[in-house]
């Protein structure tokens, strides 16, 4: 049974940062592609960021490209969300993806709050 347990969450200043963890069990991590996604109250679940499985490719929704960064280690089956200049709207539940056998696999989230 794949899991996925995602750590890092809390409150932070505009301008400050954070960094999100995706722990993973249950599947061999290095043959998936990982994708975190925020929702926001009221807003529906968007695609923040993709890191493909081979080789470690990127790709952002353009609300965050330059400012958050997305990656892997695989001996740790660990995906990562590296936030910087965070903004009162990057504010949301940040959840860890995963897709395995066509079935679309979430962590519990973890709340990230950027207020002053």
């Known amino acids: 049974q794949v899991q996925l347990v995602e750590s890092g969450g809390g409150l932070v200043q505009p301008g400050g940062s954070l960094r999100l963890s995706c722990a993973a069990s249950?599947?061999?991590?290095?043959?998936?592609?990982m994708k975190w996604y925020r929702q926001a109250p009221g807003k529906e679940r968007e695609l923040v960021a993709t890191?493909?499985?081979?080789?470690?490719?990127?790709t952002y929704a353009d609300s965050v490209k330059g400012r958050f960064t997305i990656s892997r280690d695989n001996a740790k089956q660990a995906t990562y969300l590296q936030m910087t200049g965070l903004k009162s709207e990057d504010t949301a539940v940040y959840y860890c993806?995963?897709?395995?056998?066509?079935?679309?696999?979430w962590g519990q989230g973890t709340q990230v709050t950027v207020s002053s």
């Open positions: 249950g599947l061999t991590f290095s043959n998936y592609a």
């Open positions: 890191i493909s499985s081979t080789y470690g490719i990127t």
């Open positions: 993806n995963v897709v395995k056998g066509g079935t679309s696999v």
